[in-house]
């Protein structure tokens, strides 16, 4: 038996891109998951494929700014399934602009989607996790955080917030129970640039992302990778980017 064959999996932003890849990778491994987003017609259609292939899978309409929604995908994951062994943190929204065009409306959204969506996971998950005496918390960052370009200031602020959370949180957790997994892609194809409102801009993000992108399926086999690791193993950081990109 694989280490992922068994184990209890929800993830965030499930309903399309990586979080889409990795319920199909980790289901196709044997995990049962628990599909969170916000379309739930597109997390209905992704449980209807899990389930064609005989594996297992549980839907929850979920919005990550919502601390009731967070708690509510784990209460789902135990009751349904009689644990939860995973979380993967992995919705998240992105905004481009320079800092002078004062677009605090975008800054809040980042903040409330990627800092403090994946708080609210924690704070669902981790009591779960003590109880059990065993977890792991999964959550998707960005090379946008490690490589800083203009125009992406918040949004690569928001991220390296979230690098710092898992660090801090990875030293105050040394007793085996949790573990701490933090994934950076680099370009994905993925919908998250749609979501930019600067027409231009998000053209151009687009463009450059239909050119070098690399198949949301590689970080889901990377995600796999770490989950898959014995419990006494933990791989803290993933990098997993386009041999192409700068």
Request: glycine share 10%; no cysteine; hydrophobic share 45%.
């Amino acid at each position: 038996m694989s280490g992922i064959d068994g184990k209890v999996v929800a993830i965030t932003g499930a309903s399309s891109g990586i979080g889409e890849a990795t319920a199909l990778e980790l289901a196709g491994r044997g995990a049962a998951i628990v599909l969170g987003a916000r379309r739930t017609d597109r997390l209905a259609a992704l449980a209807g494929r899990i389930r064609a292939d005989g594996g297992r899978a549980q839907v929850v309409a979920t919005d990550v700014t919502r601390r009731a929604d967070l708690t509510r995908l784990v209460a789902v994951a135990v009751e349904t399934f009689g644990r939860l062994d995973v979380l993967v943190s992995n919705a998240g929204i992105a905004r481009t602009a320079p800092v002078s065009d004062l677009d605090v409306d975008s800054w809040d959204a980042m903040i409330d989607v990627n800092v403090r969506g994946v708080l609210h996971g924690i704070a669902a998950a981790l009591p779960v996790f003590r109880q059990q005496g065993r977890g792991h918390l999964v959550t998707t960052v960005s090379t946008s955080g490690l490589k800083i370009v203009p125009t992406q200031a918040v949004y690569a602020g928001t991220k390296n917030a979230v690098r710092t959370l898992l660090e801090a949180l990875r030293q105050e957790s040394t007793d085996g129970v949790l573990r701490t997994t933090s994934i950076s892609p680099g370009f994905v194809r993925t919908e998250l640039v749609d979501s930019v409102e600067d027409p231009e801009i998000r053209e151009q993000m687009q463009r450059r992302m239909g050119e070098l992108g690399i198949d949301p399926a590689a970080v889901a086999r990377a995600i796999a990778f770490a989950i898959e690791q014995p419990d006494d193993v933990e791989i803290g950081d993933l990098t997993i980017r386009p041999t192409s990109q700068g």
